[in-house]
């Protein structure tokens, strides 16, 4: 039986959760980030629409003054019915039958940050949100621990190699039980991922974000920190 894959629609429905994410997040957050001192710049995010781009992993650009972040969201939005306390980091994937670097070992990618989110909304109901956890996790710390355990750029794309020839099922355990390896192989593009546990995650962050949306007002309810700064506020319109 010929493997579906839902690569459409995902994209489709990261869009809504993107569009979500620009006005009870992003707008929110403009004024909710204060720097100090008289020549402080003005913070904003800008949606990037421009495909290559976001082919590079950029899908929102933090911009402050001349200094700016490159942003790669990544949803969990298969599992808002059932969510995980873990995070895929995908290390290859199938297209056309092929094996392709995936997201965290792609080189072409222009990636600083990645904003992990696990997106809530009413169960059975696709494309309604009501808020989201969030993560902000630098490229550059997740690469950085990973080369702490022995897991290097080579060493992790050999590991994805013999995974994938190999067609290993189940958890592939290493020596920190914060993190593993896992060929989905029901997935029409088979991915190879290292699955972390968002506890480990949370360690890496330099932002820990919880945003609500009240349902009868509108009004936007975000709390936790955000590189460095403490954001807790009761209403944020």
Known sequence: MQKKSNFSSDIK???VFGDFLDEHFYKPMESLITEKGPD???????RVYDRERQMRGVDVIMHEGEWTLPIDEKAQLAYMDDPRDTF?????YLKHGEPMPGWLLDEAKRTAAYLLCWPKGPKGVKGVFTGADMMLVYSKH???????WGFNHEVLAHREQLIREGRLLG???TKCPGFWFA???KLAEEPVNVIFQAELLKQLASANIHLEVDPTTGENLI???WLGQE???VHAA
Do not use: D, M, Y
Request: charge should be positive; charged fraction near 20%; hydrophobic fraction near 35%.
């Open 13 to 15: 429905l990261s869009n």
């Open 40 to 46: 402080a710049a003005k913070i904003s995010f800008e």
């Open 142 to 148: 997740v690469k950085s621990f990973l080369e702490r």
């Open 88 to 92: 895929c980091l995908e290390l290859s």
């Open 231 to 233: 954001i807790n506020t």
């Open 183 to 185: 060929l989905s192989p």
């Open 171 to 173: 958890r592939q355990h």
């Open 223 to 225: 709390s936790g920190t």
